[in-house]
């Protein structure tokens, strides 16, 4: 049983500024990661251009295994430090030195085997493994002012 915290709080608070459907889909992926990854510390930063969350044995970012990216009309499954990541079916997306993604369009697509195989994969290469009988946590680490909309010019 998770039991709701301040963190958890203002977490709904940073989710709730999306649409409902980006906020639906994010409170059900948030749920069934916390269930996946019992005993994770959820380090939270609500940033202008997304809402990061993350899931590792610690609160600090270099610890993070997997995040979740709530974007304004996706949300993205973020792996960290594994660019090198057995990935037969070829889903994850990124270019980057550390981190692949792949976009969720339903909280069912973690139950898809080859999403599962990925998020077993990541959590087994972890430095720092994620202690499953820890109390687990949400964290917030940065709130940042939202940029506004810029309006076109001459309008």
Known sequence: ?????????????????????????????????????????????????????????TDRVKHVILSLAVMPRWVTLCFTRCVHLDDPHRLLKGSGSQVRSAQLYSADALDDPRIEALVAGALAKADLPVDPSAPGEIVIKSISAKQRPRRPVGR
């Open 1 to 57: 049983m998770i039991v709701a915290t301040t963190g958890d709080r203002e977490l709904d608070g940073f989710i709730a500024k999306y649409t409902p459907e980006v906020a639906a889909l994010a409170h059900a992926l948030l749920q069934r990661m916390r269930v996946r990854i019992p005993g994770a510390v959820i380090p939270v930063y609500d940033n202008y251009n997304a809402l990061a969350i993350g899931f590792g044995p």
